[in-house]
C-alpha cells in the first residue's frame, strides 16, 4: 500500500512556546509577548478636560467621533486635547502611555475634570464613560440600555475576528493561508449579515435613535463595506448589505463624524488628515491649509 504523502511545511507546535521574532511581518517591531514599558516618556497635557492620545484606526476613530458628537450637541465640557500615538514608532510603549493603558494599545483617554483625573483604555469602555457623564447617546430606558449596550459589547467582541483575524491574515500576513483567511472570512461576513439582517427594520442599530452602539460600530464595519480597510468589500461582496450601506453611508454624512474621522489620522491624502487637535478652529485651519495648497 503506497505511503500517504506528507506536506513538508506542516507545522508541528513545540512543547513550550517560544518567542521567534518575524522580521518578514511589519508588526514585527511593536509586537511583543510582555507587557510593560519599554522607555520613559511622559505624556503631553492640553488646556482641556479630555485628554486622549490616539491614532486615526478604527478603535481610535470611535472617540474622536464621539467626542465631536457631544460637542455638536452643545456637551462644551467634552473639549479635548488629541495627541497623535505613532504605533509604528512605539510610542504606546512609553511609561506615561502605559501608565494610562497597561495594555499598550491605542486609545489611552484622561478626564481632567476629575479629582484625582480619571484613567480609561478600551474604546468600549470610553464611549460608555462619555455618555453616561454626559447623559447622551445612551437610552433612558432599561430595554432601550440593554439592546445598545448589547450591541457596543457585541462590537467590542466581534472586531478582533475582523481586524486581528481577517484583516490580519487578508492583508498582513507575510504569505496567503487559505485555511486562515477562509475561517475568517466566513466569520466576518455572518457579523456582517448580522448588522444587515438588523438594519433592515432599524434606521440605526438600536432603533430610530443613533446612540453609542451606532459610533462603535461604523468605524470598523462601514469601513469594511465601503472598502476602505484591507481593501477586502469586493472579496466579501460587501455590496451584498445594502441595508448595512445605507446605514453606512448616512451615518458618513455627519459632520461630527467627519470631523472626528480625521483627527490623529496620519495616512490617505493630505485633506483627510488632522494630525492633533487642540481646538475646533483646527478643523478650519486644516481647510485653510487645503485651499493654500490647492492654489500653490
Avoid at 143 to 164: D, I, K, V
Amino acid at each position: 500500500m503506497p505511503k500517504a504523502k506528507t506536506d513538508k511545511t506542516a507545522y508541528t507546535p513545540p512543547k513550550v512556546w517560544k518567542w521567534e521574532n518575524d522580521s518578514e511581518n511589519r508588526f514585527s517591531n511593536i509586537n511583543r509577548p510582555v507587557a510593560g514599558p519599554t522607555h520613559d516618556k511622559e505624556l503631553p497635557v492640553g488646556k482641556h478636560p479630555f485628554q486622549l492620545y490616539s491614532l486615526g484606526t478604527p478603535n481610535g476613530v470611535k472617540v474622536t467621533v464621539m467626542l465631536e458628537e457631544l460637542l455638536a450637541a452643545g456637551h462644551k465640557g467634552a473639549e479635548y486635547d488629541a495627541w497623535l500615538i505613532n504605533i509604528m514608532d512605539g510610542d504606546q510603549f512609553g511609561s506615561g502611555f502605559v501608565a494610562v493603558n497597561p495594555n499598550s494599545k491605542i486609545p489611552a483617554l484622561m478626564d481632567h475634570s476629575t479629582t484625582p483625573p480619571t484613567r480609561l483604555f478600551e474604546s468600549g469602555a470610553m464611549l460608555l464613560y462619555l455618555a453616561e457623564k454626559f447623559d447622551a447617546f445612551l437610552p433612558k430606558d432599561n430595554a432601550g440600555r440593554a439592546e445598545c449596550l448589547s450591541w457596543l459589547f457585541w462590537q467590542m467582541g466581534s472586531a478582533p475576528y475582523l481586524g486581528g483575524g481577517f484583516g490580519h491574515f487578508y492583508a498582513y500576513a507575510p504569505e496567503k493561508i487559505k485555511y486562515c483567511i477562509d475561517r475568517f472570512a466566513m466569520e466576518v461576513k455572518r457579523q456582517l449579515d448580522v448588522l444587515d439582517r438588523r438594519l433592515a427594520d432599524h434606521q440605526y442599530i438600536c432603533g430610530d435613535q443613533y446612540t453609542i452602539a451606532d459610533i462603535a460600530i461604523w468605524p470598523w464595519y462601514g469601513a469594511v463595506a465601503k472598502g476602505l480597510v484591507y481593501d477586502a468589500a469586493e472579496f466579501l461582496q460587501t455590496s451584498d448589505y445594502t441595508h448595512l450601506l445605507r446605514w453606512t453611508d448616512e451615518i458618513a454624512k455627519r459632520p461630527a463624524v467627519q470631523r472626528g474621522r480625521m483627527v490623529n489620522r496620519a495616512w490617505g491624502e493630505p485633506e483627510t488628515q488632522l494630525l492633533e487637535r487642540h481646538d475646533a478652529s483646527d478643523f478650519d485651519t486644516q481647510t485653510q491649509d487645503k485651499i493654500a495648497a490647492a492654489t500653490a
